[in-house]
């Protein structure tokens, strides 16, 4: 046997042994917010459903879309939709084989959270 050792060892690097890095958080919230905005998207269809269904279940369906939590979830879902759009440029620039040394990386990462607020607040304002 080569490897007397093997049960004492993992089997592949956990969190343990690596610090989590921006290029990698910020790619695992781009997937993150990809799946939050099919909740927001559900909860659009609902609202125009319960349109087609009647009064009754349009009062519901509006008054949770306009309560708090769903204006919540629309101001979450507005920043995720800025922050996928800039996570999925980053990506398109990547794929050309640009910016991927580590610096410019770790500042388009910075880039995509700033960005993203920046723009979500002046999406806030101007709507």
């Known amino acids: 046997m080569a490897d007397v050792n093997r049960g004492n060892r993992p089997l592949s690097p956990h969190l343990q042994v690596y610090r989590p890095q921006l290029t990698s958080m910020t790619s695992i919230l781009v997937r993150i917010s990809g799946n939050a905005l099919v909740v927001a998207g559900l909860m659009i269809t609902w609202w125009f459903v319960a349109a087609a269904a009647g009064p009754d279940a349009f009062a519901t369906a509006n008054a949770v879309l306009t309560s708090w939590f ?15 759009l800039l996570g999925g440029l980053r990506h398109l620039v990547w794929d050309q084989g640009y910016f991927l040394d580590v610096a410019t990386s770790e500042k388009l990462g910075q880039g995509m959270i700033a960005g993203s607020v920046v723009l979500t607040i002046l999406t806030v304002i101007i709507l």
């Not at 204006?71 to 996928?84: D, M, Q, R, T």
Request: aromatic share 26%; hydrophobic share 60%; glycine share 14%.
């Open 70 to 84: 769903g204006k919540l979830v629309f101001l979450g879902s507005i920043w995720a939709i800025w922050y996928h």
